[in-house]
Every structure is written in C-alpha cells, then in structure tokens.
C-alpha cells in the first residue's frame, strides 16, 4: 500500500511544473545596444567566403574588469566591393547590460574581407592587443591603453595569407612572449566558380552546365592545401616567421578552428587544427623547437570510417576529468561531431558514441564551440553553433536545413552528454546560420555567457540566467615572467580530498576567442585551496587556501593575489 | 452458285481423265481447293498411275492445310514420277509442314539435284537449314540466291544471320557494310536486320544498321527504342536519351518505352529532367511498380531521401520484385537522413530477402557501428555471414576491421585491415585504419609508411580534383 501510494505521489511531482527561468535569455538588440549585422556579400556567383562568417571577440580592451565584444565582419577584396564600406564592431561593455559602439574612436577600421580574430598582449604591456584575420590580408593592432588602437601589422613582420583562418596567441617556445599561429584554408581562387559536380552537394558536371546554370558553393576539396603559419616573437613588436624551422610549412593543410593545449603534458603548448576535407593535424611540440603532426597516430585526423571530414572549430579540455585536455572537433552534416578522450601516451579514442554526441549532431553541422560549464556543476559543458554552409542545401531534402539549431549539451560526470537544449531558453528553439561563437562571463556573474554571429545575420548575445545556484570562482592570471596570456598554466584546486586540475588553453572555437579567465565551478561545495603553476619560464606554483567564493580573483605570478 | 453445281454434275457423270483433269485444271485455276481435292480424288482412282493426278491432288490437299493427305499425295507422285524436282520440292515443304525436318531436308536435297536452279527451292532449303541448327550449310545456297536480283535482298539478310550464327563476325560485318551500300534494303528490312544483328549480339552491326534506318525513316518507334536500348548498354546516355525520348513521342502509351527513357535520362544523369517526364506520365503509369522505383531513383540522385522514402514505403506495399534492392536504397536514404535504426531496419530486410549480396552486409555493419558500441558484436556477426558468400570482399574485411579497432581488439583488426589494404590499395580509409592500428601497437615504422602511402593517395586526389589555369572559366558567370 505505501509502494503504491509512493507512485501516486511521484505521479503527482511529476506533472507539477516547476517555473523556473530558462537557462540562458537572448538579450535582443535594442536591449544590448549592439545594431551591427555581418555582411557576408552574398553574390549570385557564390564564392566560398561568403559561406564562413566570421569571428568574435570576448576581452576586456580597456581594462575596466568588464568584458567588450568585438565582432569581425566583411570588406573589399577581389570578388566583393559592397556598396557602402563595411566596418567591424568593438562593442563596450557599460556593465549594465548595454554596450556602446566605440569601433570608430577605437581605431578598428582596416577594410578586408575579415574571418578570425585572435586577443593577445603581444608585447606584455598589459593591454589586450587584436589580431584579425581575413582573405588577402590580416591586421594587427596594438592596443594604446588609452581606448585607441594601432594597426601594427607592417612593422610587425606578419605577412598576409591567402585566406587566414583561426589565430592563437601561445608560447610555443616558453620564453615568455606570446607567439601566433595563423591557420591557412587553400588556394583559393574567386576565378573557380562551380556547377553541381563541384559542389557540396556533388554531382555530374555535363548535367549541370546544360540544364542548370547555376553557380553553387565549391566544395573545399577543390583548392589546393596551404601550410598554416607559425610567428615568433622577438619582442619589440617583431614577429619572425618559423613555419620552416619548426616544421609548420611541411604540411600544407586546410585549417579552420586551432587550440593551443598540452596533450602529453610535457610543459609544450601544442596545437590541435580543424582541416576541412583533409585530415585534421595534431602538432606535438617538441621541446619548443620543433612541431611533430601526429594527427592520424593519435586518430584525431580522420574519422572511425578512415575518411576526412570537414573540420570546423576546435576546443579542448578535461572532459571526463581524468586530468588529460580531451579535444573536440565539429565538422559538417553526417559526419558528426568528434570528442576525443585523451588516452595518454599521445593517443585518442573517439567517445562521441559512447557520449551521445554522434547522435546528437549527426545531422547539423557544427562551427564554432566551446566547453563551458554553464552551471558550475564541475564539470565541463558544451556549447555547439550550426548550420549548413550551402544556402541551396534544402534543394536536397536530406532532412538537412540552411538555418539549424545551436545546442547545449550537459555533461554527465564524463561518461554522457545529455541535451539540455529545450530548457536554455528561446534561443535554443531558433534556427541560425551560426558560425563564429565566443564564451566569457560578460556581467561577472561568475555563470559563461555566450556569444555566437550569424553569417549575413546578427549576432546573438545569450546571458546565463545562474539558475543552478552553484558556487564558483573566477580566476584572473597577471602573469610576470611567463607569457601574458598564462596560456600553459596549470590551476589546481582541493574540494574535501579531492584535487582537480585544468590548463590554460588557447585558442578554439571557430574564428573567435574567448573571455580569458576561467571560472571554476563547484557546485555546492567550497574550495579548499587552489594554486597556479605558471608556465615556463616561470617555475613558480602560487597557491592561496580557503578562498572566498563566487568572486573572481586575480592571481600575480609571485603571489599576489587579490579579488577583483 | 449455279456453276459449281453444273460442273459437279457433270464431273459425278464422266469417269474420264482427261475430262477429270480440265474439271479439276478449272477449278485449280480459280483455286476452289476442296473441289479440286475431289474431282482430283476421283481422277486418281481412274487413273493411279497418272503422277500429274497425284501431284496436284497433293497441292489441293496442301492447300486445304491437310498435311497428311498432301504428302501421301505427293509420296506417291514421287515415287511414278522420281525425276520431277517440283514433286521433291513440295514434298518437302509438307514435311517442314509436319516438322519432320529431317525428310524435308532429304527431300528438297534430292529435288536440288535435279533443278539446282531452283530459286525458291534453294530459299526454302537455305532458310531450313538455318531453322534446323545448320546455318554454315545454308551460306553457299545464299550466296547463290544473293545474284538473283529479286532475291538479293532476303537472302543477304539470311546470309549475314548465317554468318552471325557461325560466328563469323568479320563476314557478316562485310555483308552488312555491302547491304548498306548497296541501297537495295528499305527502312523496314534494316530495321529487321537490325534486329537479327541486336539478337545475334553483334550491337556495333545493330547500329549502323539501325541508324541507317532512322536516317531513312525517323519515325519507327521500334527502331529507336532498339538504337535507344543499344546505345543505353553502350553507356552513350547522351544519345539513349535522344532515341528513346523520340520513342516516348512516337508511342506515348508504351510503359516500356517510358521506363526506358526515364532510366536513360536517370543514367546520363539528368535526374532533373527525369523527375519532370516521370511527373508527365505518372497519371499514365504510376500505378506500375517500376514506375515507383524510377521515381525513387529519380528522387535518390537528387537527393531528395525524404521523397526517395515515401516512394520506396509505397512501392513496398505493391509487393514488388527486387525487394531487397529496395530495402536496400532504403537503407541509404535512411543513413542519408540521420535515421539509423530505420536504416539498420531497411538493411536487415534487404538481407532477409537476398542473404548473398555482400554489400548488404556492409552497409548494415555500418550503420550498427555507427550506432554505438553496444552494436559491434552484431556488426561482426553480420560481416562474418557476409564473408561466407564471398571470402575475398574487401570492404567486409574493412569493416570487420573496423569493427576489432572499436572494440579494441587490435590483432583481429590488424590483419584484416591488412587484407583490405592489400586488395585494394588506392583505396584510403583501408590504409588510414592499417596505419592507426599500427601506431597502436607501436610498430611505427609500419605505421609510418602507410602514413606516406596515404599522403600519396591523398595528393592524387587532390590534384585531379584541381583544374589546371585554362580549365578555370572567366569571372563573367560562366561555368567550368
């Protein structure tokens, strides 16, 4: 009699609804302050750029503790002259939910046809500086300090790339400064206009030139691989090009999104590339001198079926808390996603089934994303953008949509991924042509928020509603002797007997890049210690006990630490 | 009426041969048949040993279509007259009659001897020795016939079904050429000769024959479809779709023609066209379940899986043949559209229906280790029963391989990605399996030279996917 009472009153709980908010709210425009739309000169004959989008930028440009927005758009270049000049956006965080366009007194005016965006202090001055990738050019600019910015790119020493991708700033070499990787896509030519046999959706080129006179997106695989490039920094604003030495130039790849981690734990920051309709690379960096492409080896390069993918963005970390960065890579409609656990001794073995996740992305397909524990349970999240690169993909009824739906996935203690996106809110029930995505905590909530852009569309800002009530500490690196960004670091922390650990990556996503401090969550527990390991060539472990919790901290290399 | 009536009672009145003869002479004449079988009857029996008698009592009676009373006729005619080719010849045109083929022969045989000039003997001969499994006997009596100008034309189409039917190739090619030249055949005659020559199998014949009757008349619907048909098998889409599209014009009732254009059309590629004209004619033929399977052929090379699905459900119901191809393009549209389990459905039942098609078994295997872990042991049971209808698949190996990778059991996998690399060797995902598992069992200078073979295979895919600069198209909207 209990036993049945019990069901009854299960039954009950069970079709209560519990109101609680969603777990993200899209800040429309006329809240945010942010009107600027992506031009992505969408033209008749469809030349390939006008399919990627472009990147975004959460960082703090003028230090006041509050994260701004810069968003990469379009420009002229030998097959788009737009009618009126296009311009990028840096958007000011004014820490009441508004943000303020101060792209113009800011100085971030290079015309080009833009894709990436990389923030990193070059020159260790303590202002973020901005490095944006795009088709024939790139800009580098120096951050003034004074909310102004100087295009530097000339004297830099970086050289133009045919079409630049993703960028990370690291310090391969663990001399302090940050170096830059500029990941390449092909040999791309606007004279190469394709019929169906070259398209996406492939086919027979007699048939197509006859009856239909369209022109369709090329298919990547049509233009030659071009080797991504590898800068070191000398200091003084110089940047020399060590593609050749290091071993970079050797493979020519197609490269989207690249993430800079240690996969062996040797203390060498390596890069994990997304090529598209190549194997995607794997640059173990040996002893800072050199970069070893183990991609098949480790078997992140290819699929489970042995066959290239169209990899798109990148992110790594310790998704099932084994200590080790896992990786992940999206890539196009049917080939699904791939998580990568890493086994140790540099090899990976691909969990998306065992997770979920092939399932849940089987269909879409995927640019930029990122690991985030949206609820600071302890564990990391994922955010996944999508949509189809081809705008006549629904010609072909394969179930497949132009537009698709951006998802978030729950993490379950490393073994499952659970789709969480019917409760995050309105946003996770639209359909975007999604591409560039960025997280950071934009109202210092210590909760990720996200920012994703729309090819030809707005971007989107999604504030994190903190439903879960859980603890969390933000964490600031101000780092002296290692390289200005901590990329390298290594933070620990103890919960009862338990010690976590996660390294400071760099890079990921597709094109973008993300808020710089990393936020810890616990859940409803506390921290009992946590410290800092700076990379080389620091040596130092900076460490701080009983912490107070949900606040950020700023931790000095050297000890200092105090809250923001 | 009256005059039959009058000869008759004057025939029942006279037992005279002679007057017999020009009473049965008349009625022969005005080929009243029963009654010369009649009068003739009587004559013989006032007259046995007369053979004319017999003889003609043998063409009444041949006539009449009474093979037996003919030839017991034309026996005795022979045997009073035995130097009388006609007897033999007409004796043996009632043996070929009764299909006794071998006295036929014996008969127009000996009848040659004694009039070997006989022209419509020596037809009838060479034809039946064609029929009778002899067409090397039968060359020299066309030969013959071929100089005889109003025979020519017949017998030149026999003689180059003679040749085919030797064999000899490079004869009935030359034969074929003259016939063309020569003008004599008109479009109806090519056009069954193109037939003979399409039966025979000598298509590259057909053809020339077939569109040399085109050219003199375009409008034959049973020639075009032939040359449609012809050019279909050659893989000339282009021009299959031109012939058989002039059919489907010619004979828009024909359901076979249609099916015929639209799988040209399908073939050649044009899959837009071909839903337009399968659309056409659907109210005509959609009720058949061929026209579904092109409709979902049509709807699969255009990628429309969600169509190509709907067709294939309905043509299903219709208990069609070939199910196990339709489950079986089934199962595609289903991986096509992210719906595993239906497509693990769809493979299984295609299996069912037809258990030795290896290509069943691995795309099944596919999509079960696509589904998850939990699948693999099926997966290998799967390719395991696929192996046994053919030991040397590659793919199987590939896929089992696959399979002993994921579940971790790297020295099964090892050796049959071995196999599938060896067996096919430019085919990539073999090599990049066979240089992961060597990298995983730390061989690595093994691992490292697939590693170069794939970055060799790779690099040829990729420069035959390249255009060289003069390939490339202009900026002004054209195509390449």
Sequence with gaps: MMRLLGTVLLWLLAGTKVDSPPLFREVPPHESGISWVHDNGHSEQRYLPETTGAGVAIFDYNNDGKMDILLVNSGRSSFYNPRAPLHHALYRNNGDGTFTDVTQQAGITADLFGQGVAIGDYDGDGWPDILITGIGKLVLYHNNGNGTFTDVTAASGIQPLKWGTSAVWFDYDNDGKLDLFIGQFADYSEQRLCGLADSYAGGDAANETAAKPQTYYCSPKIFEPLPSRLYRNLGNGKFQDVSQTTGIQARPGKAWGAVATDINGDGYMDLFVANDTMANYLWVNRGGEKFEEIGLEAGVGYSADGMTRAGMGVAAADFDGDGRPDLIVANIDAQTTSLYRNLGNEMFEDINLKTGLAALTRMFSGWGLGFLDYDNGGWPDLILSNGHPDDLVEQRSRGVTYREPILLLRNLCGAKLENVSDSAGEAFHKDYSARGLAIGDLNNDGYADIVFTENGGPPHVLMNNAVSKNHWLGIQLKPKTANPAAVGAVIRWSIGSKVFSRLKNAGGSFLSSNDPREIIGTGKAQIDWVEVQWPRPSHRVDRITAPRMDRYLTVSEGGGMRPD | ?480
């Excluded at chain 2, 837009?272 to 399968?278: K, P």
């Excluded at chain 2, 058949?288 to 169509?307: D, I, R, V």
């Excluded at chain 2, 119901?317 to 199962?331: A, C, E, S, V």
Aim: proline share 5%.
């Design chain 2, 1 to 480: 009426m009256l005059v039959p009536i009058i000869v008759l009672i004057a025939a029942q009145a006279s037992a005279d041969p002679a007057v017999l003869w020009q009473e049965a002479k008349g009625y022969l004449d005005h080929q009243q048949y029963a009654e010369a079988r009649r009068v003739l009857t009587l004559a013989v029996k006032a007259s046995p040993n007369d053979p004319a008698f017999w003889f003609h009592l043998g063409v009444s009676c041949a006539e009449l279509k009474d093979v037996d009373a003919a030839i017991s006729a034309f026996e005795k005619a022979r045997v009073l007259a035995p130097k009388r080719a006609e007897v033999y010849f007409s004796l043996g045109l009632e043996y070929w009659h009764r299909a006794d083929i071998g006295k036929a022969k014996e008969s127009y045989r000996t009848g040659l001897t004694l009039d070997p000039k006989n022209t419509q003997a020596l037809q009838n001969y060479a034809l039946l020795l064609m029929k009778s499994g002899e067409p090397g006997e039968a060359i020299d009596l066309l030969l013959k016939l071929k100089a005889v100008p109003e025979l020519t034309l017949p017998a030149r189409v026999s003689l180059i079904e003679c040749y085919l039917k030797t064999a000899d190739r490079e004869h009935a090619d030359q034969e074929t050429d003259d016939l063309l030249r020569s003008g004599v055949a008109g479009p109806e005659e090519e056009t069954k000769l193109g037939a003979l020559l399409l039966e025979a199998g000598d298509d590259r014949a057909a053809e020339r024959v077939l569109r040399a009757s085109l050219s003199q008349r375009p409008d034959q619907a049973k020639a075009c479809a032939a040359l449609g048909v012809l050019l279909l098998n050659k893989r000339n889409y282009a021009e299959a779709s031109d012939f058989l599209g002039r059919v489907v014009h010619l004979a828009p009732d024909s359901a076979e023609y249609a099916m015929a254009f639209a799988e040209a059309l399908l073939l050649w590629n044009r899959q837009d066209e071909a839903l337009g004209f399968l659309k056409e004619v659907e109210p005509k033929f959609g009720h058949l379940p061929e026209f579904q399977y092109k409709l979902a052929l049509a709807y699969f090379a255009e990628t429309k899986f969600s169509e190509v699905i709907d067709t294939l459900n309905k043509l299903l119901q219709t208990n069609p043949r070939r199910q196990d191809q339709i489950y079986y393009m089934l199962g595609h549209s289903y991986v096509a559209t992210g719906k595993l389990g239906d497509a693990e459905k769809a493979y299984r039942r295609a299996i069912e229906m037809n258990p030795k098609i290896p290509a069943y078994y691995e795309e099944f295997a596919t999509v079960l280790r696509r589904e998850g872990p939990e699948h693999l042991d099926e997966a290998i049971v799967e390719l395991k029963r696929g192996v046994q209808f053919d030991p040397t698949n590659p793919r199987l190996a590939l896929q089992l391989a696959l399979c002993y990778e994921s579940k971790g059991d790297i020295n099964s996998a090892l050796r049959l990605a071995e196999e599938a690399a060896g067996k096919e060797p430019d085919v990539l995902p073999a090599h990049v399996a066979l240089a992961r598992i060597y990298f995983r069992l730390g061989k690595k200078v093994e691992g490292q030279k697939e590693k170069e073979t794939i970055a060799e295979l790779e690099k040829k895919q990729q420069q035959s996917l390249v255009p060289n600069a003069s390939q490339l198209p202009t900026i002004d909207g054209r195509l390449p």
